[in-house]
């Protein structure tokens, strides 16, 4: 009973009876088109090497990559960033393999964009994977990271890249410049229309374990502290994400993902129209995969809402080890 000039019972869960209703007022989407698929590729021919963290993720050599992309295509997910892994024997302090035209990503590229066209290849452009002593560039006497130097080996990456078709690249070394060193480089040439996908904000995380036993790229001494973002740290997100769109970025991207949805929603704030991209890391993935595997968690259930809070948070699309998986789901 209400009273005259009372407000009757408030009742929000009233939106919320029937599946109908909760449908018709959800606010986020996931889709398999939100989804980028990351791929590990080796040298050789008739590779599949699992990866032992990463349940369901394997090193593969470039003849594999067809069947994968039919699988991806059919599922409906766009696109795959790739990661190369070298041989240790093809290293140098250098990172010269890095650019090789027959370099493992180069030829992936030449063979996805050969077999399915449609499929958009995102390369990830870094020296980590390709320098003897793991860091993600040159390194001066006292093995400090030459930031200017390693500028333009970055640009001679992302230019091999998009010589063999490449339609995004992405570096992801937190080296200052590197997307108008980039932008310049793909400008100068044929490439303008290759686009570019920053990891603007990446933080010095725990979180990519598996993936350095994955892509061998941990570093041999050191670590990433003096180029990668504090953890503890908000603000400079914001500058960081500022200074790659002046660069010419035309993604962004915050990296891990689950433990910074603070981050993704502060720089999609900061950056409307400009495509945000959360990074759904190894770590990440292994810990989910770890429990499930335990029976501990429904990982349907996890993975999906996981991916839906990321979204939530104002990521446009993300990059998971779960998209094949995540697709699956989403169709049935
Ligand atoms: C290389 C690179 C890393 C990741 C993506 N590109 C590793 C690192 O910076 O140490 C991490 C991805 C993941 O953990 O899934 N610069
Ligand atoms: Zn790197």
């Known amino acids: 009973m209400t009273t005259p000039g009372q407000f009757p019972t408030v009742r929000l869960r009233r939106l919320r009876t029937t599946d109908a209703l909760r449908r018709m007022v959800r606010e986020t989407s996931l889709r398999p088109e939100h989804l980028i698929a990351p791929i590990f590729v080796t040298d050789g021919a008739n590779i599949v090497q699992p990866i032992e963290s990463m349940p369901g993720i ?49 030829r992936a590229v030449r063979a996805l964009k050969a077999h399915s066209p449609q499929l958009l290849v995102i390369t990830d452009v870094c020296m980590c994977e390709y320098t003897s002593h793991g860091h993600c560039g040159l390194l001066d006497d006292s093995q400090r990271l030459l930031n200017d130097d390693t500028l333009s080996l970055v640009a001679r990456i992302a230019l091999s890249h998009a010589e063999a078709g490449a339609d995004i690249v992405a570096p992801s070394g937190m080296i200052d410049g590197a997307v108008g060193a980039i932008r310049r480089a793909l400008d100068d040439t044929e490439y303008q229309d290759v686009a570019i996908m920053a990891y603007a904000v990446k933080y010095a995380s725990a979180y990519y374990g598996p993936f350095r036993e994955a892509a061998g790229g941990a570093p041999a001494f050191g670590d990433r502290r003096t180029h990668q973002l504090d953890p503890a740290n908000s603000t400079i997100a914001l500058r960081e994400s500022a200074l790659d769109v002046a660069e010419g970025a035309d993604f962004l991207m915050v990296k891990p993902a689950l433990a910074y949805l603070d981050i993704v929603s502060a720089v999609n704030q900061a950056h409307p129209g400009v495509p945000l991209v959360a990074y759904n890391v190894s770590g990440e993935y292994a810990m989910v995969k770890a429990a499930a595997a335990n029976g501990w968690i429904d990982e349907r259930a996890i993975v999906l809402e996981s991916l839906t809070s990321m979204r939530r948070a104002g990521a446009s699309l993300i990059i998971t080890y779960h998209a094949k998986d995540a697709a699956r789901w989403l169709r049935d």
């Open 58 to 106: 394997s090193r593969v050599s470039v003849d594999h990559l067809p069947a994968l992309a039919d699988d991806l295509i059919s599922l409906g997910v766009p696109a795959v960033i790739l990661f190369g892994v070298p041989a240790p024997d093809r290293k140098d302090p250098e990172g010269r393999e890095s650019y090789a035209p027959e370099g493992a990503v180069q």
